[in-house]
């Protein structure tokens, strides 16, 4: 029997739980009229299709993901305001997309490239930055006084490292979570299909501006940084300007909003959960298994897109060339065909084969980086969360169909 299911539609949000399970038993390659896209909830499908992308290409992932929506006065308007400021024509720019949305072989060869700066050896040198970060940001952490633990920890953390690795100045750092807040407002949520009156053509030209004097800056004085390293003119294989400030624009929001709403995931159970900080405090080994189970269970990015580059058959059903399939990554986390009772955040679990940051070609250049962070914010703050309740009421989830955490977690010091 079918299920009633729109990815990108706000009403399952607050819990897509059940929803998922429905639709894993009774419709797993589910038709969503108004979204008009395949939707695929088990394990099994959402891996074949994403390792295998010669059937199921990327392309969608820009092309549901930056919708303009119809183009009005408005936003023509908006569009030529953007070419004006920056000399990039925005259709070319949508065009060319960025690594996440390429195929093979371009997707492959620039990945070779831009994979340079995630080597382990870069990665692990954060460690001591990111410990000093929230280390400083618990100092404020006081008896009595609410403590936003997305706005003091989770949000600054992956911002300031993301942008020390790039290279941009710190002072930079809050327009950056701006600038990714509003794509992804634009992307997936509230502001999505009205791009000219959210401003976020404004904002967006602001940022491309920013980034392409960044580069051409690196490519006359190079330093020890990411945008560095892409601009190197020595480099054979160097990425044109257009490609660089993609790349950089893809790594600020996925390397920021997804990172904010896994520890802000991992302290919304934890805090419910003494058992397991008590298990944290007293042997910090366990922290990684905290995080792959966080990951698992309230996955932060909930879907990604392909589209079919031919006609493909999946349980049954004839999925036409060129159709949009919505790849459910956080019900396949929950296919209880894999992970048995899903719905129990259960720490000595095995939770390989998670599909959190996606799998195959395309699977999370920031992996590492992320696994870091998470990490060291659980190290540092587990003791302390041993002393904290929440308070302020249930937060709200933020308002996007792709990302999900919670978009407030107050939290109170006692005593
Ligand atoms: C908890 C944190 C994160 C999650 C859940 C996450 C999730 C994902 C997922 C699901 C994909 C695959 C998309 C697809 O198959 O279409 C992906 C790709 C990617 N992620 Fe992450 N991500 C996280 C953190 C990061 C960080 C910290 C960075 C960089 C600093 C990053 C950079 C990237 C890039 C560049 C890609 C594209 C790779 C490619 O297309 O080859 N991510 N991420």
């Known amino acids: ?82 070419l004006l400021r920056t000399r990039v024509d925005p259709f070319e720019m949508q065009r060319r997309g ?7 072989p371009r997707h492959d060869a620039l990945r ?14 954060w460690e001591g930055r990111a410990r000093r970060i929230v280390t400083e940001a618990l100092a404020d952490l006081r008896p009595g006084i609410p403590f936003d633990l997305i706005e003091r920890v989770a949000v600054p953390l992956p911002v300031t490292i993301i942008a020390e690795m790039l290279g ?6 809050r327009d950056f979570k701006r600038w990714s807040d509003a794509i992804v407002a634009v992307a997936s949520g509230p502001a999505r299909g009205n791009p000219a009156a959210s401003g976020l053509l404004r904002e967006f030209s602001a940022l491309y501006v920013y980034l392409r004097d960044c580069a051409r800056e690196r490519r006359s004085a190079p330093a020890d940084d990411l945008v560095s390293l892409l601009v190197d003119p020595s480099q054979e294989d160097a990425l044109d300007e257009l490609d660089v400030i993609q790349f950089v624009v893809l790594l600020l929001v996925a390397g920021n909003e997804t990172t904010t709403n896994l520890i802000g995931n991992m302290v919304q159970l934890l805090i419910e959960r003494e058992d397991v900080l008590r298990r944290v405090v007293d042997d910090p080994c366990v922290a990684p298994a905290v995080v792959e189970e966080t990951l698992r269970y309230e996955s932060p990015i909930q879907l990604v897109f392909r589209q079919a580059t031919r006609e493909v058959e999946l349980r049954g059903t004839r999925i036409p060339k060129d159709a949009v399939l919505a790849l459910l990554l956080g019900s396949a986390n929950r296919d209880e065909r894999v992970f048995p009772e899903p719905d129990r955040f259960d720490l000595d679990r095995d939770t390989k084969g998670h599909l959190a940051f996606g799998f195959g070609p395309h699977f999370c250049m920031g992996a590492s980086l992320a696994r870091l962070e998470a990490r060291v914010a659980l190290e540092c703050l587990a003791p302390e969360l041993l002393h904290c309740k929440r308070v302020g009421g249930a937060s709200p989830w933020v308002d996007s169909f792709l990302v999900r955490g919670p978009a407030r977690l107050e939290l109170e010091r006692q005593g």
């Open 168 to 173: 941009v100045e710190p002072e930079r750092q």
């Open 1 to 82: 029997m079918e299920v009633e299911f729109e990815p990108l539609a706000p009403h399952w949000r607050e819990d897509p739980h059940p929803i998922h399970r429905q639709l894993r038993d009774r419709d797993p390659v589910h038709w969503a009229p108004e979204s008009g896209m395949y939707c695929i909830s088990r394990h099994e499908d959402v891996s074949r299709a994403l390792k295998d992308p010669e059937a199921f290409s990327s392309a969608a992932m820009n092309s549901v993901l930056t919708d303009l929506g119809p183009i009005g006065p408005r936003l023509a308007l908006a569009l030529v305001g953007f």
């Open 112 to 125: 070779a490239i831009v994979s340079r700066g995630f080597s382990p050896r870069r990665i692990a040198a």
């Open 98 to 104: 960025s690594l996440i949305s390429m195929d093979a």
